[in-house]
């Protein structure tokens, strides 16, 4: 019999909908079903591509036992965070503060009123290294409610009233300076893993917004030291198991310092703001290796992520059966010699060196992770590219990994930024064709009449939850690159309602920003959260996109709210740039003007148009924006006012209030845009 989530569009939730508990989603209803039962709620937080929330799934809640129990003395209430990103991180909040760590799944116990008061991730069934089993956890829960309500209340009202102290001060809303970018670049170098690439030390995750960054303050202030650790954690990085080095496309993390065992569960946004990465730096550097894999990871997110209905799906799983009936994390992607000589033949010696695969394994039971060590020696590439096309096809008749088919606006406007300046910088028409499609469905699907974002949608369907402040931004940041891209003024048009509902509902008369609109639900605190962690925070990602949005049409109210939100830059990224790598990206736009180019011609096909529009897209000065189109044309403000001149296609370029002169000459427009 299946609970009530089996109406739901969260894949993860209709994971649950057979189990014997009684899952209710987070909703009113099931805090008065709590009220009217007078039973505390446990709330369980996870996603769809989570190890241990499977684990935790398979021995506690699809036991009829131990839902027999949870049934009599708790309401369950269900939550996917990618779904709910502002349940997740007021809990997670709580969570943290309580236990000095946090993580998924998370398994919360509330008051009727969604109050916290006693708090855990995984829970074994049975007692382990000094854990309580889960049982033991409720039967605990249920006596303290039971026989101490007085102090469940006291607690509760206590943990709510330390969270509504821990307010946000981000400085004094002044935009940084030269001084922030170079005390961050400092702090880096001093974290710096020189051996390895990347920073700090095991587990690794990719550091995409860092290397930003790193790579526009390169661009500035002709720092080799930024450039140099930005484009080696970028090799080792693509060299490594962290990379699928068959099918393109990054695991979440490594578990080790030298990038070789990864994480396998493959997610969108990693995989979006890495393939800009690697376009980036080949913008920079023309580095053959970063063309590869920013081309590889866009066909490997258009291969396996895209939706029927055009938009991109959330993550791959990282576990997959194994062929015995077994779900294994990495049974997709792990080979032993054994399993390339079935495959190879003769040539199973020259893949084992190439792919760094040995006998002993660097994964578990003798399998190994493909990586491409650094060799002596050239490989005739003919051959290699045979093993890898051999590879593939075997690799795609194992039983693949799951698939949360859950379209994340957020998420899909970083993978409509990255798929469109990939396509325009490798003439690449498909991935451009790929990034338009995904927007329409946003339009179409995500956006209300008034221009209001849904949070997800799944076969077509929008989901029930009110879009937060980072679905928003990174939308809007996606608008902007296809404007910039395609010439089409409508998408610059899409991002302007969507940054006035930043300016009007995210952000406070301070100027700091909230995740969550002032008319959304009203959770036991507002969260606000401006540290980039794997994406671009809501907050930073909003600077980026009002300022983008302001150097294209000169709106004042715009630039100051961008600058006020990076008042949080100049107090987190001398302290903690890792976690603040986006802010200080946007700081560098800032910084730099941004630069404001216009390409004008008598068509968008006219070949010196093209050039020069290709040109400026090119352009490697932090946070430029491009508009191009005809002469007289009102797709952009930009355009106006701006003639050819002696009949041939010409670029403007502005900043800070001064135009350079008019150029027709592609290579003067490099120069002005730092190429």
Not at 290 to 305: H, I, K, P, S, Y
Not at 373 to 381: K, L, R, T, Y
Not at 484 to 501: I, K
Not at 638 to 666: I, K, Q
């Amino acid at each position: 019999m299946p609970n009530r989530l089996a109406h739901e569009t969260s894949p993860y939730l209709l994971q649950h909908a057979d189990n014997p508990v009684d899952w209710w989603p987070w909703s009113a209803e099931a805090f008065e079903e709590a009220r009217r039962r007078d039973l505390p709620v446990l709330l369980s937080v996870g996603y769809s591509s989570c190890h241990w929330c499977h684990v935790m799934a398979h021995e506690s809640f699809e036991d009829p036992e131990t839902a027999d129990y949870l049934n009599a003395h708790f309401v369950g209430v269900k939550v996917d965070r990618e779904e709910r990103p502002d349940v997740d991180a007021v809990y997670m909040e709580a969570v943290q503060a309580a236990t000095g760590h946090g993580g998924w799944p998370m398994t919360v116990f509330l008051t009727p009123d969604a109050e916290p008061f006693y708090f855990g991730t995984y829970f074994p069934p049975e007692p382990r290294h000094g854990m309580p089993s889960f049982r033991q956890v409720l039967e605990g829960v249920h006596a303290a409610w039971t026989d101490r309500r007085e102090e469940v209340a006291e607690v509760a009202g206590k943990i709510v009233r330390d969270l509504a102290g821990r307010q946000l001060s981000y400085g004094d809303a002044k935009v940084p300076g030269e001084q922030e970018p170079a005390q961050a670049l400092l702090a880096l170098t001093r974290e710096y893993d020189q051996q390895r690439g990347g920073f700090g030390a095991a587990p690794k995750f990719p550091p995409s917004m860092v290397i930003e960054f790193l790579l526009r303050h390169h661009a500035r202030t002709g720092a080799e030291g930024a450039l140099q650790m930005a484009a080696d954690t970028c090799e080792r990085m693509a060299r490594g198991g962290i990379y699928d080095q068959l099918g393109g496309g990054f695991a979440r993390y490594s578990v080790d310092r030298e990038w070789v065992v990864p994480h396998f569960e493959k997610m969108l946004y990693d995989n979006a703001l890495l393939c800009r990465v690697y376009a980036h730096l080949w913008r920079s550097t023309g580095s053959e290796l970063a063309r590869r894999v920013a081309l590889e990871t866009a066909d490997f997110m258009v291969r396996e992520l895209r939706t029927a209905e055009g938009g991109f799906a959330s993550a791959l799983d990282a576990d997959s059966e194994d062929g015995t009936g077994r779900h294994v994390e990495g049974a997709y992607y792990v080979w032993t010699p054994a399993q390339l000589r079935e495959v190879l033949g003769d040539d199973t010696e020259l893949a084992a060196q190439y792919f760094g695969v040995t006998e002993e394994g660097t994964f578990e039971h003798g399998s190994s992770v493909l990586q491409l060590p650094q060799h002596e020696g050239v490989f005739d590439a003919g051959r290699i590219e045979s093993v890898k096309a051999r590879l593939l096809a075997a690799r795609a008749e194992r039983p693949a990994p799951g698939r949360d088919d859950k379209v994340v606006a957020a998420w899909n406007g970083l993978a409509i930024a990255a798929l469109a300046e990939t396509g325009a910088y490798f003439d690449r028409p498909d991935l451009v064709e790929a990034a338009v499609a995904a927007a329409d469905l946003l339009v179409r699907l995500h956006l209300d009449d008034h221009a209001r974002l849904a949070r997800t949608s799944k076969d077509g369907r929008a989901g029930a939850h009110a879009g937060v402040l980072e679905d928003y931004a990174d939308v809007a940041e996606g608008f902007l690159a296809l404007a910039a891209v395609t010439g089409e003024g409508v998408w610059l048009e899409f991002a302007g309602f969507l940054l006035d509902h930043v300016l009007a509902r995210f952000t406070d008369d301070s100027g700091a920003l909230y995740d969550t609109a002032a008319d959304a639900e009203q959770l036991i605190r507002r969260p606000q959260d401006p540290t980039d962690n794997a994406t671009p925070s809501g907050w930073t990602a909003a600077a980026g996109a009002l300022l983008s949005y302001a150097a294209h049409t000169g709106s004042e109210p715009h630039r100051t709210a961008a600058e006020r939100a990076l008042g949080v830059v100049k107090a987190l990224g001398p302290r903690v740039p890792r976690f603040i790598g986006w802010g200080l990206a946007v700081t560098e736009a800032v910084l730099d003007g941004p630069r404001e180019t216009a390409v004008v011609g008598p068509s968008l096909e006219d070949p010196g148009t093209r050039a020069l529009h290709r040109t400026a897209l090119l352009g490697a000065a932090p946070g430029a924006v491009v508009a191009v189109g005809t002469p007289g044309s009102d797709e952009f403000p930009l355009l106006a006012d701006r003639p050819l001149v002696g009949g041939e296609p010409t670029a403007y370029v502005c900043r800070n209030f001064t135009c350079d002169a008019p150029t027709t000459d592609p290579e003067r427009l490099r120069t002005a845009l730092g190429g």
